[in-house]
Structures are given as C-alpha cells and as structure tokens.
C-alpha cells in the first residue's frame, strides 16, 4: 500500500507559491500531489551540499523545490521555490 504524504509549505515558499499565476500554481500544486505519492521518486535528488538524506530537490512544473520529507509523519515540507 503506497503511503501518500501532506505536502506543507514554509513562509517562504508560500510567499514564492502566492506570487505564482493561478495556472502556474494549478500546475505546480499538481505536481507536489504528484510529489507527495513518492518524494523519493524519479526526478528528485538529495540536496546538494546536504548531510541530511531527507532534505531533497526536484524540478515542479518548471520551478525549482528544495523540501524536507518527514516520514514519521508523513509530512513533505517545502522549504524553497525557485524560477518558474
């Protein structure tokens, strides 16, 4: 059974997240749902320059993420949103 994780944002993301253009958002939103169901799926990578194997990127409909995937409690948390 796959575990899906919530996907949650820190101050800064959501202030790079409320910048976005509604489809931009609607497109990167579906992108971390898609996320959500495997942060260590394809297309991601550690964090470079990271000590923590938790802390990870991926590219999301064009934008840059840097998140932090708490899996006690299957939490995903983007710390930063880059580009678009």
């Known amino acids: 059974m796959s575990r899906r994780f919530t996907v949650q944002y820190t101050d800064q993301a959501q202030d790079s997240l409320n ?4 489809a931009a958002r609607a497109r990167f939103e579906t992108g971390m749902a898609k996320l959500a169901s495997a942060p260590d799926g394809h297309r991601t ?17 064009g934008f840059f993420v ?16 880059i580009g678009g």
Do not use: N
């Open 19 to 22: 910048r976005m253009s509604s």
């Open 66 to 81: 840097v998140y932090y995937v708490s899996r006690g409690v299957l939490v995903i948390t983007a710390l930063q949103i």
């Open 45 to 61: 990578t550690p964090a470079k320059s990271s000590r923590e194997k938790d802390r990870r990127s991926a590219t999301v409909a």
